[in-house]
């Protein structure tokens, strides 16, 4: 870990902060005073008070700060930011154009914050901040991971006189809907798959269809979905009742497997852009170990969103390179172009 101590005084005025210039070490470099670039990212940082030392490494930076002293990280490529301790963190805000993250220290000592950069946030509404009113009250901090929900329209349907069965494909497989013991979210397992698979016979109850093995957010929601058409307790947890229930209605009868994406698209798609597209791409890359989107969290298999991120970047140039689309200084790299829209549906539907 490169560790750069640099000592800052920032003048209490409109004046900007004076501009130190620093060597490039390795893959972090410290360059004006004001632009800290760690892992290939340039953040501008700023405050309005004296800071006792800045140390920088590969992956984050931290400040010690005096009392009273405040931070400001501005990223122009839109990241989010974990902050420890959490209660140094006061605001942060996702624009269309750049990221703020306001940090301070209104305690009665000095203290040391760890900053550490994260994935690209989601731009959403919000209302104002709050009013005036003295004394500088402290904001209430806020999570830095964006949360993607898609809103769900739900008619209401009468419990069933007789257990529904789904009708089977060409493609069908015996599934069991024996299961012995509670699932729920958090869980990985074969039994999170079978369920995936028996819910993902009703589309009005599991319409996403994604068999991942993993009990994640839209498989919670599609097991409350079961439980309210059945008249069970929505909870979305695999309990005794609704186990008992999933084996009635699904009995040992054949349940098709969700067919896979399409992978035609007919249009580009790059980084920015947020439509159902982007999340029919996510889903092909994350069938593919060497392309997917992340390991766990948003993106990652089962959890994929309609936003066209970093990640998602990174996934298609990932794709580009195994399939010799294009490469690293190439133009087109990382987008989604006619010659990678040609390969994914050349590639995925064999």
Do not use: H
């Amino acid at each position: 870990m490169l560790i750069m101590k640099i000592y800052l005084t920032i003048l209490l005025s409109l004046l900007f902060l004076p501009f130190v210039g620093f060597a490039a070490y390795t893959d972090v470099t410290l360059e004006s005073g004001v632009i800290i670039t760690v892992s290939g990212y340039n953040l501008t940082v700023s405050g309005t008070a004296n800071f006792d030392s800045i140390t920088v490494n590969g992956s984050s930076f931290s400040m010690t700060m005096s009392q009273n002293s405040t931070l400001v990280v501005t990223s122009a490529d839109r990241l989010t930011f974990d902050v420890s301790p959490t209660q140094y963190r006061q605001d942060f805000n996702c624009g269309s154009s750049q990221s703020t993250l306001t940090v301070s220290n209104n305690t009665s000592s000095s203290g040391t914050v760890v900053i550490t950069p994260g994935d690209t946030c989601v731009v959403s509404g919000g209302g104002g901040g709050g009013g005036g009113g003295g004394g500088g009250g402290v904001s209430t901090p806020i999570v830095t991971t964006p949360i993607v929900t898609t809103p769900v329209v739900e008619t209401p349907t009468p419990t069933p006189t007789a257990p529904e069965v789904a009708s089977p494909s060409s493609v069908a497989q015996i599934v069991s809907s024996v299961f012995n013991s509670t699932l729920k979210l958090g869980m990985t397992s074969d039994d999170v798959s079978r369920l995936q698979q028996l819910l993902a016979s009703d589309s009005e109850v599991y319409p996403e269809g994604i068999i991942s093995g993993w009990f994640g957010q839209l498989t919670k929601k599609a097991v409350k979905k079961f439980q309210k058409k059945y008249g069970i307790d929505s909870v979305g947890i695999v309990g005794p009742q609704t186990r008992a229930k999933l084996a009635e209605v699904f009995g040992t009868s054949e349940v098709a497997q969700p067919s896979t994406p399409s992978a035609v698209f007919n249009v580009g798609l790059k980084k920015g852009m947020s439509n159902n597209d982007v999340k029919r791409l996510q889903q092909l890359m994350n069938s593919d170990p060497d392309t997917k989107i992340s390991d766990s969290g948003i993106g990652s298999l089962g959890n994929e969103t309609n936003y066209f991120g970093f990640l998602t970047e990174k996934a298609v140039q990932k794709f580009q390179k195994k399939y010799g689309v294009a490469s690293e200084g190439d133009p087109g790299y990382g987008y989604v172009g006619p010659k990678t829209r040609a390969k994914l549906n050349e590639v995925f539907n064999q």
